[in-house]
């Protein structure tokens, strides 16, 4: 097949992480993949594992220019398919996908990423989109938020990673690792009050840039932390930077599947999580000892890093090595891509009730 993926968004995400790892996946399967996006290190990033992708200026919502951009390279192409995310997107390669007679495939990261205006309803009505979510959380919150779409048009497809390989090794002091973007939101602050309570030694590493890095790192130095966390900024290889840890934290109020709870599992760290989005759906039942649940404050999270951090060396590398056999069984990226492409293919040749020419 020839498959576009198309992405607006400014920032990097895990939606980004996702167009990457699968355009990657489905190119190795022998498809050619076309990757339009907005942001250069996302361009530049796609070139170098896909093979192709090219910067555009979106604009605004039907902008025609866009819209004449991707009729041209579509045609060019010979594109049989086109993925998009939200908003632009849809609003742009969407609509010369729709002209084109070309199936579209809307992938939801969140229940509420769109938002029921008039506007996107009739986009929906008149482009017809698949819509594609990474677990079963966001599918049924995404038909509850737009009760216009009909489950059997929304696909769930899990999210993909590669466990690694080598053998786990531990670390003293313990390393906590926190991948999730520095917004309100993730809870980084709720960890780090939890952490302030606890005399067991540890090091906590975070990963990522956001709306809350001044204020966390002010937090942290108040709570007395600023010996014991280490900032690292954004990482284009943060499997690397997870080989490197021993317990995975996610304290996030909002999420869908995260991509950095599945990364953490892959590299074979212990999630201690918050019951959030679809984090159930990919942690073992053996592991939900240390998943805590949505209401979780500060003391809960400490208690439960205080079970983590004392655990005997042989326990905790058992309890890692699981999340990996996990990642294995229930999402390894080369047979999630496998899924992908045998749905396209239906979704293409006009097979699956969820989409309709």
Known sequence: MNIAFVNATKGWGGVKTWYLQFAERLARRGN????????????????????????????????????????????????????????????????????????????????????????????????????????????????????????????????????????????????????QQLNPDKGHDVLLQALAGLSDPFELHIWGKGRAEVSLKTLADELGLGQRVFWHGFSLNIMEALRQGDIFLLASLSEGLPNT??????????????????????????????????????????????????????DLLALRERARQACREDFDIDRQAERLEGWLQSVVQGEKACFRC
């Open 32 to 179: 050619r993949v076309y990757v339009y996006g907005r942001q250069p290190e996302f361009v530049e990033a796609a070139r170098e594992r896909v093979g192709h992708a090219e910067q555009v200026r979106f604009g605004a919502d039907l902008n025609p220019v866009a819209i004449t951009f991707f009729l041209r390279e579509f045609r060019r192409r010979n594109v049989e398919a086109v993925i998009v995310n939200i908003g632009k997107d849809l609003a742009t390669a969407g609509v010369a996908a729709r002209l084109l007679g070309l199936p579209v495939v809307q992938r939801i990261g969140l229940p509420g990423d769109i938002s029921p205006r008039l506007k996107t309803r009739l986009l929906h009505a008149w482009i017809r989109p698949a819509f594609l979510c990474p677990c079963r959380f966001i599918a049924e919150g995404f038909v509850k938020e737009l009760p216009y779409v009909r489950p059997e048009d929304v696909h769930v497809i899990l999210n993909g990673k590669k466990a690694v390989s080598e053998p786990l090794e531990g670390h003293h002091p313990r390393r906590l690792i926190c991948t």
């Open 261 to 314: 709870l599945l990364e953490a599992m892959a590299a074979g760290l212990l999630p201690v999580c918050r019951d959030v989005g679809g984090v159930r759906e990919v942690i073992p039942e053996d592991l939900w000892a240390w998943l805590l649940p949505y209401e979780a404050d500060e003391a809960a999270f400490a208690e439960a890093l205080r079970r983590a951090l004392t655990l005997p060396d042989a």
